[in-house]
T-cell receptor, first 116, second 112 residues
Framework: GAVVSQHPSWVICKSGTSVKIECRSL??????MFWYRQFPKQSLMLMAT?????????EQGVEKDKFLINHASLTLSTLTVTSAHPEDSSFYIC????????????FGPGTRLTVT | GNSVTQMEGPVTLSEEAFLTINCTYT??????LFWYVQYPGEGLQLLLK?????DKGSNKGFEATYRKETTSFHLEKGSVQVSDSAVYFC???????????FGQGTRLTINP
């Protein structure tokens, strides 16, 4: 149980275009989902916390107009990287928190974004 | 603020060796503590957790004890296997914020 999927697993886009990444909880309802960014050989950097039906809360230094997050249902959150630039190339990981637990998060497999 | 310090890697051991990966944290209150593992090419998986002082989390031969007095949650395994090669992340919860803060990760390589 507690499976989180992400789609796509990798994507290449041209500079200036937008790309959407989906995060789904497959077998549980997730009132809260998180979006992270992971640089090579580095830790996870929390970008934002997404609560179903409300606006996402962004961490300091993360541009909310650039990284649009929508949490439309208890099983789906999306991250849209708008007007992507090469410096946005990274590994994006989502996680979901089961309603019944305070801190435990279940992670998706990640999406590798390359902006050319 | 909340922070976590993990043993710097990479760590390379021979099969059947004893493993310790140190983790200390600073946090308000008494957060739940987690170890996550990231195998090559995969997403993070919860390895074990402890929710209160003196709790011991265990899974797949790994153990970690919640030490309130030293604010530590060191990961140990008595006999590592090649399949344990991965990156390990210590992650205390931020009390009240429902978030996790991740250590820098420790890359572990086990040689046969």
């Amino acid at each position: 149980g507690a499976v989180v999927s992400q789609h796509p697993s990798w994507v290449i886009c041209k500079s200036g275009t937008s790309v959407k990444i989906e995060c789904r909880s497959l077998d549980f309802q997730a009132t809260t989902m998180f979006w992270y960014r992971q640089f090579p050989k580095q830790s996870l950097m929390l970008m934002a916390t997404s609560n179903e039906g409300s606006k996402a809360t962004y961490e300091q230094g993360v541009e909310k107009d650039k990284f649009l997050i929508n949490h439309a249902s208890l099983t789906l959150s999306t991250l849209t990287v708008t007007s992507a630039h090469p410096e946005d190339s990274s590994f994006y990981i989502c996680s979901a928190r089961d309603q019944g637990y305070s801190y435990e998060q279940y992670f998706g497999p990640g999406t590798r974004l390359t902006v050319t | 603020g909340n922070s976590v310090t993990q043993m710097e890697g990479p760590v390379t051991l021979s099969e059947e060796a004893f493993l310790t990966i140190n983790c200390t944290y600073t946090a308000t209150g008494y957060p739940s503590l987690f170890w996550y593992v990231q195998y090559p090419g995969e997403g993070l998986q919860l390895l074990l957790k402890a929710t209160k002082a003196d709790d011991k989390g265990s899974n797949k031969g790994f153990e970690a004890t919640y030490r309130k007095e030293t604010t530590s949650f060191h990961l140990e395994k008595g006999s590592v296997q090649v399949s344990d090669s991965a990156v390990y992340f210590c992650a205390p919860g931020i009390q009240g914020a429902q978030k996790l803060v991740f250590g820098q990760g420790t890359r572990l390589t086990i040689n046969p």
